[in-house]
């Protein structure tokens, strides 16, 4: 596994396909690794031709963990948000997002096409309102611009995802149950449930890494990061945010909001989607993504 080192973090990365290739740079989503944008999706994106370079958030896989940084008090970091007091926190948003100008910076990218997934999706909108001229599109897929009057997750989506799973390393049987359950919930309709599959997966992640408190960093992050919608006016690149209807853990008004927040964003809602990306799906978005992409090659002549 490659790595680079930037903004006082170690990055694990993958580059996938033509080298001379426009990049195609993958965000993961919260506590998740790269592994999530799977072979399959990054395949059907190389196959058009791009460069696919996908990686570990900080706190995430086989990039730097904060471990000496303590796990966020949640009900003190929400008792001061509450009262609108400021809170310390080891990182925000914008880190990683400094994260990602630095991966592309040592690996020699002046500009790349980017798209997040969730918690990815609002470190792509940071990247792209803080450094326009290193943006050439934007995707956004079951993301948010962190606007507090959003609908907020259905009640047990959250307890299922702010509840501690069994120590893997004790009753990994437990720990797969837990992940399971979570993953079920918040999948959409629409889409047979592959727990197989869902199941391997969660095993490739827990091979590479296991940090529950990075995980509740990454949250803090989120919290402390607050608003994007006042820095959204300065994305120029062109704009995807792709929702699903049924999303439990992040409503589609998230999405919206997106779109409504840049301009000339386009907005794709996906009925029987949840907060996933199902194999079935996989071309649609691709699809999506080519075509946004397309539209920034358009805008340059």
């Keep these: 596994m490659p790595y680079v080192e930037t903004n006082r973090v170690t990055i694990a990365y993958e580059s996938i396909g033509p080298i001379a290739g426009e990049v195609i740079l993958l965000i993961a989503g919260l506590g998740t690794q ?73 690996l020699g990218v002046k500009q790349a096409h980017l798209v997040g997934r969730s918690m990815g999706g609002m470190i792509a909108q940071i990247v792209a309102s803080t450094y326009p001229h290193r943006t050439l599109s934007l995707a956004a897929i079951m993301s948010s611009t962190g606007n ?13 995802l702010m509840r501690p799973a069994p120590a893997p390393s ?17 999948a959409g309709p629409a889409y047979l449930f592959d727990e197989t599959a869902q199941r391997a997966l969660i095993m490739s992640e827990l091979e590479r890494s296991y940090d529950p408190a990075g995980t509740s960093r990454q949250i803090a992050a989120i919290a402390a990061t607050g608003d994007l919608r006042p820095r959204l006016s300065h994305i120029t690149a062109p704009t995807l945010a792709v929702h699903g209807a ?42 999506a993504i080519v075509e946004n992409v397309r539209s920034a090659a358009r805008a340059s002549i």
């Excluded at 990994?172 to 919930?185: I, N, P, T, V």
């Design 170 to 186: 004790v009753d990994l049987e437990g720990y797969l149950a837990h992940s399971l359950a979570f993953a079920r919930r918040i």
């Design 34 to 106: 790269m592994l999530r944008w799977s072979p399959e999706f990054c395949d059907r994106l190389t196959a058009q031709g791009f460069r696919v370079i996908r990686f570990d958030n900080r706190d995430a896989g086989l990039s730097t963990h904060l471990r000496d940084q303590p796990a966020p008090d949640f009900a003190a970091l929400s008792a001061a948000a509450a009262s609108g007091r400021p809170f310390a926190v080891p990182y925000t948003l914008d880190d990683m997002a400094s994260d990602t100008v630095g991966l592309l910076d040592a």
């Design 148 to 160: 507090p009057e959003l609908p907020k997750a259905a009640p047990e989506v959250m307890a299922l």
């Design 246 to 287: 049924d999303d439990p853990l992040v409503p589609k008004a998230a999405g919206e909001d997106i779109a409504a927040s840049i301009g000339g964003a386009r907005l794709m809602i996906i009925d029987g989607m949840g907060h996933d990306l199902p194999a079935p799906l996989y071309n649609r978005v691709v699809r």
